[in-house]
């Protein structure tokens, strides 16, 4: 199953230009990208998918994969869920559409009843676990949920698709370097 399967990761909005702006030129075009890689996924037979449900890509990931199972035959969604309270803090859109989505989904995974300090990176792990791909729209911070989760898949050997979430390159783990190395350059240049 690890073969066939792709999870998600990466930042929440506020780590974005746009925040929580759905309707801003850069989300718009990052959500592109992620779509253009998931249908590239699943043409190469990568057709089960897993999302830890969080804000931003998480969603975003899986509203993309939902709807690509309406084109494409055996497209599967999981939501792995670190904990029942998840949403809880969220707003009541928010929540709303949180919901909505899990009710979509082939399987909702639970893992814990209540949060716990190591919750969200339990969820992580078990993405990374049972898929053998992995897409990141990662910044190449060095801490983070995001930065845990794709150092994890690296250690775990995963193929590793990196969107960075200005850019919108697309890069390998072992590029990372080389795009902080040339965002330095850009900052010191400006």
């Known amino acids: 199953m690890k073969k066939i399967s792709c999870a998600f990761t990466g930042h929440r909005p506020v780590r974005f230009k746009f925040g929580y702006d759905e309707k801003d030129e850069g989300c718009i075009k990052l959500k592109s990208v992620i779509t253009d890689w998931i249908e590239v996924f699943i043409k190469n037979g990568i057709t089960n998918f897993y999302s830890g449900f969080a804000l931003g890509v998480d969603t975003w990931a899986a509203e993309i994969v939902l709807e690509m199972k309406k084109e494409y035959e055996g497209v599967k969604l999981t ?4 904990c029942e309270t998840q949403a809880h803090n ?3 859109d928010q929540q709303e559409r949180y919901y909505n989505l899990q009710g979509l989904c082939d399987d909702v995974i639970i893992l814990n009843t209540k949060y716990t300090r190591t919750c969200m990176h339990e969820r992580n792990r078990y993405l990374v676990n049972h898929a053998g791909y992995l897409i990141a729209v990662y910044d190449g911070a060095d ?4 930065a845990y989760t794709v150092k994890y898949a690296k250690e775990k050997e995963r193929k590793i698709t990196i969107i960075h979430p200005e850019s919108l390159e697309i890069i390998s783990f072992e590029n990372m370097e080389t795009l902080k190395n040339r965002a330095q350059i850009r900052l010191m240049n400006s």
Do not use: E, L, R
């Not at 939501?79 to 670190?82: E, N, Q, R």
């Open 90 to 92: 969220w707003s009541i």
């Open 79 to 82: 939501a792995v869920i670190p």
């Open 143 to 146: 801490k983070g949920g995001t």
